[in-house]
């Protein structure tokens, strides 16, 4: 890794504690003015001084996000389809040049190892890495599960090794059982995406369980900006993963309004 890659990354993943909490506002792409981001400008701007990383697209960067915050940003990269359609049907849909005039410190798509078009967007990822190379940008594949596919480390573990293999410098993907087996089959750091919104402290217990386990953090969304109080959820993860709080411990954070 070059300089501008390891630097670039280094804004993402803090370097003092090895993890980072990602927050993740991205859904709208195929959803969406989904629950709880029907108005992004109002869910981020009391969170961005809480996030170590802003997962968004461009066109809610541009219209939702002040210019001026100072906020470190991985930008979604990838759509095409949406809930109503495939949804492995994805492309590339933000240029690499689009990417750097953003600031961005980091680009990310899906790939949808298992469901129809897995083979595109594997390839995608390849031309993503093969373009971001030439810039120093560090690349985030997201493992998209299909519905039909089991959130089991078997699984999850062959999507992130393939993220991997392909180039793919860091690797999104969901908790299992089992998830040590997930971390210890992929030599690039993976951050847990929290998924559908369950009870604050499953949440955090969740957390808990992925850095135990190995994780480099969270890209954490729908269980932040959904909770009935996002700023003390989001220090409340953070205490876990930056400090090793306990649940109980973070339970508190999160409770105090
Ligand atoms: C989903 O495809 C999006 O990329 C989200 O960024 C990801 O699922 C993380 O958000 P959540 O914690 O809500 O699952």
Redesign the pocket.
Not at 219 to 223: F, I, L, P, S, T
């Given at each position: 890794m070059d300089f501008g890659m390891k630097n670039r990354l280094s804004h993402i993943i803090k370097p003092k504690t090895g993890k980072t909490v990602m927050l993740?506002v991205?859904?709208g792409y195929f959803q969406g003015p989904t629950t709880g981001l029907k108005d992004v400008r109002k869910t981020v701007t009391p969170l961005i001084p809480l996030a170590d990383c802003l997962?968004i697209t461009r066109g809610m960067l541009r219209t939702s996000v002040d210019p001026k915050s100072d906020v470190v940003l991985c930008l979604?990269v990838s759509g095409g389809p949406s809930i109503l359609g495939e949804l492995s049907n994805e492309d590339i849909t933000t240029s690499m040049e689009e990417a750097i005039r953003l600031n961005a410190s980091g680009v990310g798509m899906?790939i949808y190892v298992g469901a129809s078009n897995e083979d595109r967007t594997i390839s995608n990822l390849g031309r993503l890495v093969n373009e971001a190379e030439r810039y120093g940008m560090p690349v985030l594949a997201?493992t998209?599960v299909g519905k039909e596919m089991a959130r089991d480390a078997r699984y999850l573990g062959l999507a992130c090794r393939i993220a991997a293999e392909i180039g793919a410098h860091f690797v999104?993907t969901y908790y299992c059982e089992e998830f040590h087996k997930v971390v210890e089959g992929c030599p690039v750091p993976i951050v847990m995406?929290?998924?559908k919104k369950i009870p604050e402290k499953n949440a955090l217990q969740m957390t808990a369980n992925a850095i135990k386990e190995g994780a480099s953090g969270v890209?954490?969304?729908?269980?932040i900006f959904q909770s009935d109080n996002p700023v003390g959820m989001i220090k409340a993860i953070k205490a876990i993963v930056h400090k090793g709080a306990s649940v109980e411990e973070a339970f508190e954070i999160y409770s105090k309004k």
């Open positions: 993740a991205d859904h997962f979604r899906s997201v998209a999104k995406a929290g998924g890209d954490m969304g729908r269980n």
